[in-house]
């Protein structure tokens, strides 16, 4: 699992530039993010406005739209200001079901310069298919990805 982010690391370096778009960095995380990883079935972005998580850039099924602040496992990622490990959806009291194939779930709060600017959010079929290396593995690539694009968030808040 370590080898896999370590690549996915590498991948994220490759393909987000600091002078495009915020949006096209993005979308290109949530496609390596997608394409890269086993047994997911969503990989995306809830950006905060307004203290309100909305639908960003994604792969995988039509997914919700609006979130809450504290309301299903991003909201409550967002809220605490830190990654949330579920292995099953169905015990996590408040989950939004966007995709009923999903049975676990990480997110990880982006935050720059101690401001919360939305949540990395990836959706598997399989139970408890996340753990701590996942957890560290993305964790990493949302540095990367808030080192290469962070100032251009205002673009989108």
């Known amino acids: 699992m370590e080898k896999q982010y370590e690549l996915l690391a590498e991948q994220?370096?490759?393909?987000?530039?600091?002078s495009w778009p915020l949006l096209s960095n993005l979308s290109n995380t949530a496609s390596v993010l997608y394409y890269g990883l086993e047994k997911i079935n969503w990989a995306g972005f809830y950006l905060l406005q307004q203290d309100v998580l909305w639908l960003g850039p994604f792969c995988g099924?039509?997914?919700?739209?609006r979130i809450e602040m504290g309301k299903?496992?991003?909201g409550t990622a967002a809220q605490k200001r830190e990654t949330v490990v579920v292995k099953d959806v169905h015990a996590f009291p408040g989950h939004i079901a966007c995709d009923s194939a999903s049975q676990s779930e990480i997110v990880?709060?982006?935050?720059?310069?101690?401001k919360?600017?939305?949540?990395?959010d990836i959706d598997s079929p399989v139970k408890?298919?996340?753990?701590?290396?996942?957890?560290?593995?993305?964790e990493r690539i949302a540095g990367i990805l808030l080192r290469k694009a962070g100032g251009?968030?205002?673009e989108l808040i």
Do not use: N, S, T, Y
């Not at 919360?116 to 990395?120: A, E, I, K, S, T």
């Not at 408890?128 to 993305?138: A, V």
């Open 12 to 18: 994220m370096e490759a393909v987000l530039e600091k």
């Open 72 to 74: 299903g496992v991003c």
């Open 61 to 65: 099924r039509p997914a919700c739209v």
């Open 152 to 154: 251009d968030w205002k």
């Open 116 to 120: 919360l600017l939305g949540v990395l």
């Open 128 to 138: 408890g298919r996340f753990d701590g290396k996942d957890r560290e593995g993305l």
């Open 108 to 114: 990880v709060p982006l935050l720059w310069e101690g």
